[in-house]
């Protein structure tokens, strides 16, 4: 997915916006300011941001379900500049941290976000 990185992943994407808004407006309107303001923050660039979202959803297991943030926060690295490989390697480093069980049902969620690999 070739796209131009966003100066704030949050506040610039409204196609993200809007999906939140979906889940509920207010929802949406109270994430949009306030994880906006935290990805406005000046000193970790905006893929890194990204990146680490994933890593917290492999800790906390947030891979699953509709509307998983598991699936939002990848597709948001994708839209940073990161790449599927960066993201398996990052999937691969967190099963040190993590465990192999959390990771590899990531992987699993992974595979049907981006389609699976051969």
């Known amino acids: 997915m070739m796209t131009t990185p966003y100066k704030n992943a949050v506040l610039d994407d ?5 999906a939140l808004s979906q889940i509920n407006p207010k929802f949406g309107d109270f994430v949009t300011r ?5 990805w406005g923050l000046p000193l970790i660039d905006q ?4 990146l680490i ?4 959803d492999v800790v906390i297991q947030d891979q699953v379900g ?10 948001m690295a994708m839209k940073q500049g990161a790449t ?5 390697e990052l ?11 959390k990771v590899a049902g990531c992987f699993g ?8 690999q051969s």
């Open 66 to 75: 509709p509307g998983s943030p598991f699936g939002a926060h990848v597709n």
């Open 47 to 50: 893929k890194t941001k990204a």
């Open 53 to 56: 979202t994933v890593a917290v």
């Open 14 to 18: 409204k196609e993200l916006q809007a």
């Open 91 to 101: 999937l691969l480093f967190m099963c040190v941290y993590a465990g192999f069980n």
């Open 84 to 88: 599927r490989a960066e993201i398996e």
């Open 34 to 38: 306030v994880a906006g303001e935290a």
């Open 109 to 116: 969620a992974l595979n049907e976000i981006l389609g699976s």
